[in-house]
């Protein structure tokens, strides 16, 4: 068959359903080809969405997602999504269009070295110079993008070879079973948590990739050992029990830091290092390393000792073997969490509007199911509802705290609801995040998604201002005017509200998610509460 028919082949062997993107005339046979598949493919406005939707649904499944685009600018607007998909650990595969390799008659028009631009973002990036090579190819970048720790991969094809033909067959993806950690290693983390005083659990983005829920469960049950999260973390365990101290919004100084500089040892699982160190590691203190793999070692991550495979398998040993120690104390960590918890706790009743940060999370939070999934672009916000909102469920609160690009919101709420049909999904994006991708709002309304997005508009992009500030810089560059975004949602066809009090805006969300269809709503935030809540300095200087 030809190559365009055999690559199509090959991804439906290898189980995908989706492909995200923006064609071109390089991709037409291939485009021909899906068509005639059982994939579905959803055309987008942007290749950036294309990539943040595909990167999502690895994100979500474990499954590889798929996004396309063309050469030169095509494949260019998909470097952000690539780089986010890698920092962020989420199985990711691109494909794009290239001009033939053997014969062209155009010369070097549109032409750059994709493959090389996408090498070092990438876990694996190919040229595909032949039709028999396709299947070999395909597989491998499948099982590379999902293997731990997962990540981008990319395969350029060119339009000669999806016309050439070929006798190949595809070759059907196969689950892989990952490795145990070794006994020695899981014996020594025991007998280090049974002689500590004050033992600590941080769990990381990693835990979230995989369903260690049940065995962690049981381990926190067995052990009361109470447990932090990072922004990442969110949601691998309910946060709703009385073992959860917090989550740890900012790098250092706040509440759940100090809380995990009391710890005498921290079990930290499925820590990764492109995410920003949980604990500030202080002389004397333990940090255990639990991981489908070894530590990337610098100078704030240094573990005393490290277990390396399954994490479940991990946790299931420990679970039935640890024996319960009379000396632990956790009492300094339930007093951080009750201070913690009455400092969230202030201005959540606060009419004061624009409304405040805290008054907003809280109503965000009252309204939604605990079973409701947040997409969050990339903003200020992202601090506050990382803090004060707290996740019952895996992968209900999606955020990047990786890459931590803004755009990605609207893009990441669209294949969540796709996938998650029967949730509610509600974006939350700042004003400077939502604009940068709303050309996609027609692909939400063409996808007849049911979706809420909350547009925070502080006319400005509210983070940097927090940071310029805390340097004792004057207020420059950062601010902008907003167009009416009822009349944008208009345009569009979708609903739109503007919040004109505190309290208008619970209800306002409630009938949202109620009605069904997409909602957007704009609600004015005041940010002046940032230095007061969480100091003066940026997260980034702490």
């Not at 293997?147 to 689950?175: C, M, N, Q, T």
């Not at 025991?190 to 033992?199: L, Y």
């Amino acid at each position: 068959m030809k190559g365009a028919d055999l690559f199509v082949k090959c991804l439906e062997a290898a189980g995908i359903e989706y492909i995200f993107g923006l064609p071109g005339e390089e991709n037409l046979a291939f485009l021909d080809a899906v068509r005639r598949s059982k994939i579905e493919f959803i055309t987008t406005r942007d290749e950036q969405t294309a990539v943040f939707m595909a990167a999502t649904l690895g994100r979500l499944t474990g499954r590889v997602g798929v996004a396309m685009s063309t050469l030169g600018p095509g494949a260019t607007n998909l470097v952000t999504g690539v780089a986010y998909a890698q920092l962020g650990g989420m199985p990711l595969l691109v494909i794009t269009g290239q001009k033939p390799i053997r014969k062209s008659k155009q010369g070097k028009f549109q032409i750059i070295d994709v493959v090389g631009m996408m090498r070092p973002i990438t876990k694996m990036a190919e040229q595909i110079v032949s039709a028999d090579r396709i299947p070999a190819a395909v597989i491998q970048a499948v099982r590379i993008a999902e293997a731990e720790r997962p990540g981008a991969v990319h395969l350029e094809f060119p339009e000669d070879i999806a016309e050439e033909y070929s006798d190949e067959k595809p070759i059907p993806w196969k689950k892989v079973r990952r490795p145990v950690p070794d006994d020695k290693s899981i014996i020594a983390v025991i007998a280090e948590i049974e002689k500590a005083r004050s033992p600590l659990i941080a769990i990381a983005a990693g835990a979230n990739r995989k369903l260690i829920r049940k065995q962690l469960r049981n381990f926190i049950a067995k052990t009361k050992i109470p447990f932090v999260t990072t922004q990442m973390g969110k949601g691998v365990e309910d946060e709703g029990t009385a073992e959860y101290i917090g989550t740890t919004a900012l790098s250092g100084g706040d509440h759940v830091h100090k809380a995990t500089a009391k710890a005498d040892l921290i079990l930290l699982i499925g820590h990764d290092i492109t995410e920003k160190p949980p604990v500030l590691p202080r002389v004397g203190q333990k940090i255990v390393h639990l991981n489908f793999y070894p530590a990337d070692i610098d100078h704030v991550y240094k573990p005393y000792l490290e277990v390396v495979g399954d994490i479940s398998h991990a946790l299931w040993v420990m679970s039935k073997d640890i024996k319960v120690q009379k000396r632990w104390d956790f009492k300094k960590f339930h007093k951080i969490k009750d201070e913690l918890r009455a400092h969230i706790g202030k201005k959540t009743g606060s009419d004061r509007f624009p409304i405040v940060p805290q008054r907003f999370v809280h109503d965000l939070r009252q309204v939604l199911p605990r079973d409701a999934i947040l997409s969050l672009d990339n903003g200020m916000y992202k601090l506050w509802i990382s803090r004060n909102y707290p996740a019952y469920e895996q992968n209900t609160v999606l955020l990047d705290n990786a890459f931590a690009t803004m755009g990605a919101g609207l893009a990441v709420g669209m294949a969540a609801k796709l996938i998650n049909p029967r949730k509610k999904v509600v974006v939350v994006a700042g004003d400077g995040g939502f604009l940068m991708n709303v050309a996609d709002l027609e692909t939400a309304k063409r996808l007849k998604l049911d979706l809420v997005i909350i547009i925070l508009d502080d006319s400005g992009y509210g983070m940097i201002k927090w940071k310029q500030s805390g340097m004792g810089l004057k207020d420059f560059g950062l601010s902008f005017e907003n167009p009416d975004f009822v009349q944008l949602a208009a345009a569009f066809g979708v609903t739109g509200h503007c919040i004109e009090s505190a309290a208008e805006f619970e209800p306002t969300l409630r009938n949202a998610l109620k009605d069904g269809g997409i909602h957007i709503i704009a609600l004015p935030i005041d940010y002046t509460e940032n230095a007061r809540a969480f100091g003066g300095k940026a997260e980034d200087d702490e």
